[in-house]
């Protein structure tokens, strides 16, 4: 399955995406921000694709013009995320390679996730966090529409060894309809 924008393609991942995976994910200004650190190899990004990246809503995010991926974006469903145990709530996550920041592309991407997860999939809610410092996701969640929950301190992340301040939103179809 995949989702389209005036820009984007939003599909499944591919063992033959591994190679442009690396090209952005072993970036150290990418994963570490969000929580995970950067690639290694391309074997470690063939893994992830593999081992992570393969959830029922987990998608590349592809530019039209050649349908490679530059980032990732997923509604984790029940079971995958700490942040609800209901089935009709998910959590969006997102990251996308440095070269593409600021031009509005997770934005896009997410809007779409967003709307496939209430029309398509009958969420109620989607919820989404951040890590302090990542003023980047933060802006996304507000253009996206969500509404800043709660803050967390002293989170453990165990792909990163540390601790963190992480930061949750959430947007209800109610809120999403009104847009």
Same mark, same amino acid.
């Given at each position: 399955m ?15 995406d ?17 929580g ?9 990004s063939?893994?992830?694709? =593999?081992? #992570?990246? $393969? &959830? ?14 530059? +980032? ?8 995958n ?10 959590e ?24 496939h997860?209430?029309?398509?999939l009958?969420? =109620?809610? #989607?919820? $989404? &966090? ?6 980047k ?7 996206c +529409? ?5 803050t ?26 009104n847009?």
């Amino acid at each position: 399955m995949s989702l389209e924008t005036e820009r984007l393609i939003l599909r499944r991942w591919q063992d033959s995406d591994a190679e442009d995976l690396y090209k952005y994910a072993s970036d150290p200004d990418v994963g570490p921000i969000a929580g995970w650190p950067a690639h290694k190899n391309v074997k470690e990004s063939l893994g992830v694709i =593999r081992y #992570v990246f $393969c &959830g029922a809503e987990a998608y590349a995010v592809c530019l039209k013009q050649d349908n490679k991926p530059i +980032g990732a974006i997923e509604l984790k469903l029940n079971g995958n995320t700490d942040l609800t145990e209901r089935d009709d709530e998910c959590e969006l996550g997102y990251w996308i390679g440095k070269p593409f920041w600021g031009q509005g592309l997770i934005p896009e991407a997410a809007k779409e996730l967003i709307r496939h997860a209430f029309q398509d999939l009958g969420m =109620r809610k #989607v919820w $989404c &966090g951040y890590y302090d410092g990542n003023e980047k996701s933060r802006r996304v969640q507000e253009k996206c +529409g969500f509404k800043y929950q709660w803050t967390t301190k002293d989170l453990y992340l165990p792909l990163m060894s540390e601790h963190r301040t992480g930061h949750v939103s959430c947007i209800t179809k109610e809120e999403f309809e009104n847009r």
